[in-house]
Each structure stands twice: as structure tokens, then as C-alpha cells.
């Protein structure tokens, strides 16, 4: 049979998939790290939550970050530091 | 085109073989690889074509493309230019401008995906307008031309196909604008009176130099009753000063594309580039309270825009932060006197200018502009 060429216009994308942290069972004792992302209302409503779990919860500690743009990616030192002080990290956009 | 066919990781061949007698449009269509537009089916031929004038190496990698950061080598971009509808002379002139979006200041990853509408405008400055027939001219942003169409489409392509920026997967822009289909244009430097754009920024005129800025659709200004640059610029002042521009809100940059009567009204009076954006700037913006309800909704801060600020009610807002950060052009046909306001996305994207070669500009000496040379 005769036949003609077709390509694929996509590029390949080098990644190997990450698994996910396990899901923590209880909150109590964790240490919660909070990422706000600068958007306009992301402070308000993370400040907002963190109080609310905090009451419920009893924290060990709780850590705020903020991302340099809110457009940008989280430096990797950053990722670093949240990821080795903290055990769950909550994050929202807001708009 | 549907997710798993966006995050799917192609083969390492490129190419494959369907039977003789195939629609080969609508087998691409299929696959969702166009951009809604048919596609110019790519044969062996005219890939290898597009790769020759790029110089051949089609392994080589160009860039990776976000948000799917798919591997853009020369023959997925050869594929893509192809597809577009390109002559393989656009070719060098598609290849830099991927390299300046995929440059980190560009920050194209946060360009394909915000919800705003911003879309890389791309302008083209130096001899390779001429060589490639591009049109600096009449409907410079509208349709006609092919470099322009094409050239600007097949960047497009590649931010869909390479970068996965499909409407409503990784593009998650509320409204997009036309521009998204193709946004290119050449600077009129044989029409215009000041110096070409990337003169001013430290090129030779006769290097070849692409400006890629993340961009709302042009903005018309009108004025047929000034025949001095304060009555002219006054105008485009006014159409710069909305509140709800993307400037408004989060500064950046922006771009102002003089029309031919506009520019040689200005240029009669003496005044230079560096003249026409101070002033640009300097008489542009908002009045704070007017930019959020004049307090209906509370203290606003906004930290989009710079500290520097005045956060008080009768303050001058300007649209951006300097006057450097207003891009200048002169384009368009010789009748009509018009010009253009481009709003940019924000601080959140750095518009990148880069020349064709990949070269420098001139380093050392005076800055020469309009026959002023800064010291």
C-alpha cells in the first residue's frame, strides 16, 4: 500500500511523573506551611483559614510564605524551605 | 483537543505514515493540532526545507515550551512553520522569536496560562522586513500579508502544540483576542522620520532584531485636528489613562505604534523618540481613587504596582513605571492619521528584544538616536 508522511507537531516532553505525599491522617502536632501566592485577595483568605484551622487543629507550628509574583513559579529555594520545615502546606489563588 | 491527547509524551519519531488518499487536513484536524485554521499539510520536502534554512541540526533543541514544556527542537518548529503556511526564508525570523517568549523574563509560562487576554504581539525591525516582504504598510495589524500572517501563526502553533496552551486546559484566558490567531508586525523605517526601534535600543540599523511583548489588541486613536506633537500625544495620553487596562492595574510595559501622519506631524517639530515617550508618560495615568471606586470598597494597596507610588485619592497613577517602559513604533500606511496604544500584560511579563543573528547590540561608544548621540 501506498502511503503518505504525517508528522506530529508536539515535541516530546521530558518528565518523569511524581508520586503524591500520603495524605496526613490527623492534623494535630503538624507543622501547616502556607504558601500565598500575592494575588489580591490570596492573603485574606489563607489568613482567614489559617485561623480556623489553627483553632481546630492545634498546630505544632505554622509557617507564611509568600511567592516573589504571583504569576511566577516558587523559587526552588523557596520549595526547599517549605518543604523541610513543614508537613502539610496549604496554597490558594484569590483573586 | 482533549487533555490526554495535550499531556500525552509523542513518540521520538516525529513522523509516521497514513494510507495514500488520506485527507490530510482532516486527518489533522483530528488530532487537534491546528489552531481552528486548516493546516498546509507538511511533506518531507518542505520540512526539510524549512530545516535547511535554519541552518539543518534537526535534533537540536530550541527551547521548551511551557506550561507543557514540550521539547521544541528545529524540526518540531521546522513541522510547526510548515503547518502555518510559511516560506522557509521566515524561518530564522520564527525561530528567534521562539527564543525570545521562551526567554525567563518573558515568563511565557504565566502568559499562556493567566485569564487575562494578553497574547505576544511581535514586531520586526531591520533589513530582513524587506528580504521576507513583510508589511510595515497599510492594515500593518490587519490581513493580506503573508509573512506577517504567517510568521505570527506559526508561533501560535507552537505555543498550542509545543506549549499546550489549549483554551480552557492550559490557556485559561477569559476572553483571549484575535490576536491569538497571529499578532506581527514590521516597523515602517523606510516611511519613518525618527530612528527604528531597535536603534534606540543599541542595534545597528542593519541588524535584524524581533520585539516580542505580551500584549492586549491594539487600541485606535484618532485626531485629525492637531498639528503639533502636545495635540497629537494628548490623544494618545487619553486612550493610555483607563482604569481597567492590564497597565492600569499591574504596570509593566506597553507599546505605542505611531501612525505615518501622526509620526511626521511630531517629527516636523524637532522632537525625538526619548521626547515623545517622556511626554507619553509624563501626561498619562490615573487618578488613584478613580482606579478603585473612589473607596466604595475599601482601602485599597494593590501591591501589582511598584512602592513608589502615592496610595492617596488625588495622586497620579502613571500607566508605567517609566518612560522606558513605553515601547515606540512607527507603522502603517502613508494616509490616515492614526496611531495605536497597546496595552501590556503587566510587571509580570519582561517584553524581550533580540536580534535575528543572535548577536549582541554594538557595544561601547555613544548611544546614537535621530543624530543625538547620549554620551
Same mark, same amino acid.
Given at each position: ?95 | ?93 520564527? %525561530?528567534?522569536? !521562539?527564543? +525570545? ?7 511565557? /509560562?504565566?502568559?499562556? *496560562? @493567566?485569564?487575562?487576554? $494578553? ?11 524587506? %528580504?521576507?516582504? !513583510?508589511? +510595515? ?7 493580506? /500579508?503573508?509573512?506577517? *500572517? @504567517?510568521?505570527?501563526? $506559526? ?221
Amino acid at each position: 500500500m501506498r502511503t503518505l508522511q504525517v508528522y506530529d507537531p508536539r515535541g516530546v516532553v521530558e518528565a518523569s511523573p511524581l508520586a503524591s505525599a500520603p495524605r496526613a491522617k490527623s492534623l494535630k502536632g503538624l507543622r501547616l506551611g502556607i504558601l500565598d501566592n500575592t494575588k489580591w485577595n490570596a492573603n485574606k483568605l489563607l489568613r482567614g483559614l489559617r485561623d480556623r484551622l489553627a483553632k481546630k487543629h492545634g498546630f505544632e507550628a505554622v509557617n507564611y510564605y509568600r511567592k516573589e509574583s504571583f504569576s511566577l513559579s516558587a523559587a526552588p529555594e523557596l520549595i526547599d524551605e517549605i518543604a523541610a520545615n513543614n508537613d502539610i502546606v496549604m496554597t490558594a489563588i484569590a483573586d | 483537543m482533549a487533555q490526554d491527547a495535550v499531556l500525552k509524551v509523542p513518540p521520538e519519531a516525529a513522523a509516521s505514515q497514513v494510507p495514500e488518499g488520506t485527507d490530510l487536513i482532516e486527518w489533522y484536524y483530528e488530532r487537534g493540532y491546528s489552531d481552528g485554521l486548516p493546516l498546509v499539510p507538511p511533506t518531507p520536502e518542505k520540512v526539510k526545507a524549512m530545516l535547511t534554512a535554519l541552518g539543518g541540526e534537526p535534533a537540536r533543541r530550541v527551547a521548551r515550551v511551557p506550561p507543557r514544556w514540550g521539547s521544541l527542537t528545529r524540526e518540531v518548529l521546522a513541522i510547526n512553520t510548515v503547518m502555518a503556511g510559511c516560506r522557509p526564508e521566515y524561518a530564522p525570523v520564527v %525561530e528567534a522569536a !521562539m527564543l +525570545a517568549l521562551c526567554a525567563p523574563p518573558f515568563n511565557l /509560562n504565566g502568559v499562556q *496560562a @493567566t485569564t487575562h487576554m $494578553a497574547s505576544p504581539l511581535l514586531v520586526v525591525n531591520g533589513p530582513v522586513r524587506r %528580504e521576507i516582504g !513583510m508589511n +510595515a504598510g497599510h492594515n500593518v495589524f490587519g490581513s493580506g /500579508n503573508r509573512a506577517n *500572517a @504567517t510568521i505570527g501563526r $506559526a508561533l501560535r502553533l507552537m505555543l498550542l502544540n509545543v506549549g499546550g496552551g489549549w483554551p480552557g486546559l492550559l490557556d485559561k484566558s477569559t476572553l483571549g483576542h484575535p490576536g491569538k490567531y497571529t499578532y506581527c508586525i514590521a516597523e515602517n523605517e523606510e516611511s519613518s522620520p525618527l530612528a527604528p526601534y531597535h536603534v534606540e535600543k543599541g542595534y545597528k540599523p542593519e541588524d535584524s532584531t524581533i520585539f516580542v511583548l505580551a500584549a492586549e489588541p491594539p487600541h485606535s486613536v484618532t485626531n485629525h485636528f492637531a498639528n503639533d506633537p502636545e495635540g497629537i500625544l494628548d490623544s494618545i495620553c487619553s486612550a493610555m489613562s483607563t482604569i481597567c487596562n492590564n497597565n492600569a492595574v499591574s504596570a509593566g510595559h506597553c507599546a505605542v505604534v505611531l501612525g505615518m501622519e501622526h509620526a511626521a506631524t511630531i517629527a516636523k517639530h524637532g522632537w525625538k523618540r526619548h521626547d515623545i515617550r517622556h511626554y507619553l508618560w509624563a501626561h498619562s495615568g490615573n487618578r488613584w481613587g478613580d482606579l478603585y471606586g473612589n473607596g466604595r470598597y475599601g482601602k485599597v494597596y494593590n501591591r501589582n504596582l511598584p512602592v513608589w507610588y502615592k496610595r492617596e485619592p488625588d495622586a497620579r497613577t502613571p500607566i508605567v513605571p517609566s518612560a522606558d517602559n513605553i515601547h515606540l513604533f512607527v507603522a502603517g500606511g502613508e494616509a490616515g492619521r492614526f496611531s495605536a496604544f497597546i496595552p501590556g500584560w503587566g510587571h509580570m511579563s519582561t517584553p524581550v528584544l533580540r536580534a535575528v543573528s543572535g548577536a549582541a547590540p554594538s557595544a561601547g561608544g555613544p548611544q546614537c538616536v535621530d543624530g543625538t548621540c547620549y554620551l
